[in-house]
């Protein structure tokens, strides 16, 4: 007679299983895979990584990329000052916050890391540290550095403090014949 022995604590029977999809494999052995992990930190990253991946493109489409002329021109879009390298490192900023955001459960550390990054640079901007040479790099303004110590802001408590949630487990079972007695 063929028993059931499972990879996971075969106490735990309570697990909803409505989204689940079962596969069986030709050695009898069973699959069953739910939902992955997510968090709500994944979504409020993706929607800030595509902000700044469509701010910096539509930068560097007004500013225009030459390898020799990154600083130049300076060109305001959407009310935020640009250069063609703060357009860039836009776009390379938001895309490695997508990155971080579409890992299930999300990359938090990295989340985390990209916020921190971009609040340190809005205080620089604001606070005017420095001034003259983030101006003719990046054409920086004050209203440059409030975006990005908000949205900075926002990545770190939503990586620190949103939960990660787990919907259902991975269950395998496999099928053992007993010789008969």
Same mark, same amino acid.
């Given at each position: 007679?063929?028993?059931?022995?499972?990879?996971?604590?075969?106490?735990?029977?309570?697990?909803?299983?409505?989204?689940?999809?079962?596969?069986?494999?030709?050695?009898?052995?069973?699959?069953?895979?739910?939902?992955?992990?997510?968090?709500?930190?994944?979504?409020?990253?993706?929607?800030? %990584?595509?902000?700044?991946?469509?701010? =910096?493109?539509?930068?560097?489409?007004?500013?225009? $990329?030459? *390898?020799?002329?990154?600083?130049?021109?300076?060109?305001?879009?959407?009310?935020?000052?640009?250069?063609?390298?703060?357009?860039?490192?836009?776009?390379? $900023?938001?895309?490695?916050?997508? +990155?971080?955001?579409? #890992?299930? =459960? =999300?990359?938090?550390?990295?989340?985390?890391?990209? %916020?921190?990054?971009?609040?340190? $640079?809005? +205080?620089?901007?604001?606070?005017?540290?420095?001034?003259?040479?983030?101006?003719?790099?990046?054409?920086? *303004?004050?209203?440059?550095?409030?975006?990005?110590?908000?949205?900075?802001? #926002?990545?770190?408590?939503?990586?620190?403090?949103?939960? #990660?949630?787990?919907?259902?487990?991975?269950?395998?079972?496999?099928?053992?014949?007993?010789?008969?007695?």
């Amino acid at each position: 007679m063929p028993s059931s022995r499972y990879d996971d604590d075969p106490a735990d029977e309570t697990v909803d299983r409505r989204d689940e999809r079962v596969y069986e494999d030709e050695s009898g052995t069973r699959t069953s895979v739910a939902a992955v992990p997510w968090s709500p930190a994944q979504i409020i990253g993706l929607i800030i %990584g595509i902000g700044y991946v469509v701010l =910096g493109i539509a930068a560097v489409a007004k500013t225009g $990329f030459h *390898t020799s002329h990154i600083y130049t021109p300076e060109r305001v879009v959407w009310h935020f000052a640009h250069t063609p390298l703060l357009g860039a490192i836009e776009i390379g $900023f938001g895309a490695l916050l997508i +990155l971080a955001s579409v #890992v299930p =459960g =999300g990359v938090r550390s990295l989340m985390a890391f990209l %916020g921190v990054v971009a609040l340190v $640079f809005g +205080l620089v901007v604001v606070l005017d540290a420095w001034r003259s040479d983030l101006h003719s790099w990046l054409a920086v *303004t004050h209203r440059n550095g409030w975006l990005d110590i908000i949205a900075g802001s #926002v990545v770190i408590l939503a990586a620190m403090l949103s939960p #990660v949630v787990f919907p259902e487990r991975r269950r395998r079972v496999r099928r053992v014949e007993r010789a008969a007695a």
